[in-house]
């Protein structure tokens, strides 16, 4: 699908994007690959890799092996900087489990080190599936980890040195997080996805009623300044819109119909100061294109003033993660 680029003038930082050489079926996503999308069109600076369990460590002690995926990433990104032109990859948040106590130090010592500069926080996922088996990619936390003693005690750590927590969950966790984000003011959290509400197996018939709930759900969390949204990431699967079973992914217009009203809420709740566009690549290309996805976001965003506008495609994201 080609479409004629909306603004390709515009700055953007793309906040949220994985590369492997292979993840639960979906193809190898490396440099060039993240290249070919953020060179289709749109105007992408820099971007920001999410963990996504790559390129582990094969051996040593279990809870240092996610250095290796910041190690792997490190290395793209020192390519992507003398990539002439091409967007660079300015930031890394990396993996660690935030419940190891004196343990995590070391952890967040050997990824800054590996980082080369780049390390800017930890997401360490609290998506707990309750129904895995109707679920494309089911997240596997266990039940409560946001309520974890030893879990907020390691996102206060975060805080405290400066770097960001990153949470994935399902839309009925974001009371559990809303707590989480009240217990730990003193660290930046960053909402991922909308906190994904799912439309698909037992949740397919009640999306409107999901709907109606997450939006109290949303306005509940902006209410805590440490709070920051990334709005993306609602073309996976499981979000249940059904694209990646279509023969020809929707338009940039049937993108931005369906799902202009959970950005729209988002940002009344949040402000454009505390959002941030994310593509969520490459799970999202299963969808839509990367062309196709920023040209629907320009749509989404076109009622807003230009300072609103360099705030959420760049703004939130350079300072949040420090580019």
Same mark, same amino acid.
């Given at each position: 699908m080609s479409e004629k680029i909306i603004d390709p003038g515009r700055p953007i930082v793309d906040p949220h994007h994985h590369l492997w050489h292979s993840h639960g079926g979906i193809a190898a996503y490396l440099l060039e690959d993240l290249w070919a999308d953020t060179g289709s069109g749109h105007f992408v600076e820099k971007t920001v890799f999410v963990e996504c369990g790559a390129s582990y460590r094969e051996a040593g002690p279990e809870h240092m092996k996610p250095v290796g995926e910041t190690e792997f990433v490190a290395e793209i990104a020192a390519a992507s900087a003398e990539g002439g032109g091409n967007s660079t990859i300015a930031g890394i948040v990396s993996r660690a489990d935030l419940r190891l106590g004196e343990g995590l130090l070391e952890v967040l010592d050997a990824h800054e080190e590996a980082g080369r500069g780049l390390f800017r926080g930890i997401r360490h996922a609290g998506a707990h599936a309750l129904h895995p088996e109707v679920l494309m990619?089911? /997240?596997?936390?266990?039940?409560?980890?946001?309520?974890?003693?030893?879990?907020?005690? /390691?996102?206060g750590v975060l805080g405290r040195r400066g770097l960001t927590y990153d949470t994935w969950h399902y839309h009925y966790q974001n009371s559990e997080f809303l707590e989480l984000a009240r217990a730990v003011p003193e660290t930046t959290l960053i909402l991922d996805h909308f906190g994904t509400p799912l439309g698909v197996g037992p949740y397919a018939d009640h999306r409107e009623a999901i709907f109606e709930s997450w939006k109290g759900d949303i306005a509940a969390l902006a209410g805590c300044p440490n709070v920051v949204a990334k709005l993306g990431g609602l073309a996976m699967p499981d979000n249940g819109f059904g694209w990646h079973e279509r023969d020809t992914p929707p338009d940039s217009d049937e993108f931005a119909e369906a799902q202009r009203r959970y950005y729209l809420h988002a940002i009344d709740c949040f402000g454009p100061d505390r959002c941030m566009f994310e593509s969520n690549f490459p799970v999202d290309r299963l969808s839509l294109p990367y062309a196709v996805l920023y040209n629907g976001l320009k749509k989404i965003a076109t009622g807003f003033s230009e300072d609103e506008q360099n705030a959420m495609f760049y703004g939130t994201a350079a300072r949040v993660y420090r580019l």
């Open positions: 990619i089911p /997240g596997s936390a266990p039940e409560g980890l946001f309520s974890d003693p030893d879990f907020r005690r /390691g996102v």
